[in-house]
T-cell receptor
Framework: DAGVIQSPRHEVTEMGQEVTLRCKLI?????LFWYRQTMMRGLELLIY????????DSGMPEDRFSAKMPNASFSTLKIQPSEPRDSAVYFC?????????????FGEGSRLTVL | GENVGLHLPTLSVQEGDNSIINCAYSNSASDYFIWYKQESGKGPQFIIDIRSNMDKRQGQRVTVLLNKTVKHLSLQIAATQPGDSAVYFC???????????FGKGTKLTVNP
């Protein structure tokens, strides 16, 4: 079975440009989490959804960041405008809401560099 | 990978030795804990979990110990292999929420 699929794997952009990161959930999963990873701050939860509904977005840094789930199997994380401090690896992870195990299944990440 | 950096605690062991990775968690109300392994350039991968009503759980070559009195979690890896080299994260689930909060990670290097 395919795991969580993220794209692009790498993106280099210039400050001020819009960045869109994409994530496809594992089939049958209905909870989606976006994390950001940096050397200084480690893995930080940005936002998570259950059944396409955002439940907690308290980790979203500021209004430049937005996340959506246009359908049950797909999510986007958008940064507009991007800044150099947004450079990080962005992971999405999915799970089955209400499952006994709290295991999150992570994608391979999208490495963003903002110049 | 992005997570590997100069500021991570590190543990270096010889192949075949046992490894113990420690983690202090923050919230006494957390009721579920998970250990993840992250190899360079990849996403975190689940290893083993434990609920707060347990103090020990064993998997294949791995054991997790939970000490709620001092809010301490450890991961023991038996007969460590070069393929175990990675960064290991503990994560806690705050009671009543689905949020998983991750620790800073420990870099394990296994020398052949």
């Amino acid at each position: 079975d395919a795991g969580v699929i993220q794209s692009p794997r790498h993106e280099v952009t210039e400050m001020g440009q819009e960045v869109t990161l994409r994530c496809k959930l594992i089939s049958g999963h209905n909870s989606l989490f976006w994390y950001r990873q940096t050397m200084m701050r480690g893995l930080e939860l940005l936002i998570y959804f259950n059944n396409n509904v955002p439940i907690d977005d308290s980790g979203m840094p500021e209004d430049r960041f937005s996340a959506k789930m246009p359908n049950a199997s797909f999510s986007t994380l958008k940064i507009q405008p991007s800044e150099p401090r947004d450079s990080a690896v962005y992971f999405c992870a999915s799970r089955l809401h209400g499952a006994t195990s709290g295991e999150l299944f992570f994608g391979e990440g999208s490495r963003l560099t903002v110049l | 990978g992005e997570n590997v950096g100069l500021h991570l605690p590190t543990l270096s062991v010889q192949e075949g030795d046992n490894s113990i990775i420690n983690c202090a968690y923050s919230n006494s109300a957390s009721d579920y804990f998970i250990w993840y392994k992250q190899e360079s350039g990849k996403g975190p991968q689940f290893i083993i979990d434990i609920r707060s009503n347990m103090d020990k759980r064993q998997g294949q070559r791995v054991t997790v110990l939970l000490n709620k009195t001092v809010k301490h979690l450890s991961l023991q890896i038996a007969a460590t292999q070069p393929g175990d080299s990675a960064v290991y994260f503990c994560a806690e689930n705050m009671g009543g929420s689905e949020k998983l909060v991750f620790g800073k990670g420990t870099k394990l290097t296994v020398n052949p």
